[in-house]
């Protein structure tokens, strides 16, 4: 087998792996509610496997410099979530996930003009989610209409995710950890909820999906800071874990203590 058959394959496998993690987690939001379905969507479960690749591909430098890149990002994504939630009540698909898309490319557009520092980007996060959560919270409660799945529902998640995986795997050699970062953190999980949710049950109900996915997200944003710390100190593999093991704790904290709200 040549070289490059070999590498097309393992681009096809990373991509066909990315493509199994949306699958189980679009599995348990659609079965779970708007509130678990958000803490569900706000794991890593695009940006997870494309980090997870990139450490194969390159050392843990690398990994923590696309870090300090991704989480600005992550401000970037509550904005995009805050344009869709309001413009959802009331306008199109088009309209509301257009403009919400388009807030994030212009964002993202800006930060990579910077060379962040951790400092730096967790107070961007700070002061983005101290503005947007508020904002989100007279969304969050609308009572969720019955979904019924199609069949292209959960193909259109895998797909998409498997191609910013090929993305970023593919052009991470010549983009850089500081390009790389900001394409791994595209948020997949939350544009395919408006395309697939906002036709189906409308605006308002998709909307409160995203809007309780705010909490969630902040703790997402934490735990990019934990990989770039974890990776420049103790390496990728360390740093991922550990990253990973944030989200899933602050995510478990945010469910237990709505379940104890409603004792």
Not at 116 to 121: E, F, N, Q, V
Not at 150 to 171: E, F, K, Q
Not at 187 to 197: A, K, W
Request: charged share 10%; hydrophobic share 60%.
């Amino acid at each position: 087998m040549s070289l490059d058959l070999q590498l097309i394959l393992l681009l096809f496998l990373r991509m066909a792996i990315a493509a199994a993690f949306v699958v189980s987690a679009s599995a348990i939001t659609e079965r779970s509610g708007p509130v678990i379905g958000a803490l569900v969507a706000t794991l890593p479960v695009s940006a997870g496997p494309s980090y997870v690749f990139l450490a194969l591909d390159h050392d843990a430098a690398f990994i923590a410099q696309g870090a300090l890149s991704s989480l600005p990002v992550n401000a970037a994504t509550i904005f995009m979530g805050l344009t869709y939630v309001v413009l959802a009540q009331r306008r199109s698909l088009l309209v509301s996930c257009g403009s919400a898309v388009a807030v994030w490319i212009v964002l993202a557009s800006i930060i990579k003009q910077f060379d962040w520092s951790l400092t730096a980007g967790l107070a961007v996060n700070l002061i983005a989610f101290g503005i947007c959560i508020p904002l989100l919270a007279g969304y969050r409660h609308v009572k969720m209409p019955l979904v019924t799945r199609r069949w292209y529902d959960i193909p259109m998640r895998a797909a998409l995710v498997a191609t910013l995986v090929a993305i970023v795997v593919s052009t991470s050699g010549w983009v850089g950890p500081r390009i790389s970062g900001i394409i791994a953190l595209y948020p997949v999980v939350f544009s395919s909820m408006m395309v697939i949710l906002h036709p189906r049950i409308g605006g308002p109900p998709t909307a409160a999906v995203l809007a309780n996915s705010a909490w969630g997200l902040l703790g997402f944003g934490m735990a990019i800071a934990v990989l770039h710390v974890g990776a420049a100190n103790f390496g990728s593999a360390i740093g991922l874990s550990l990253a990973l093991t944030t989200c899933i704790v602050w995510n478990l904290t945010l469910w237990w203590n709505g379940r104890r709200k409603k004792r």
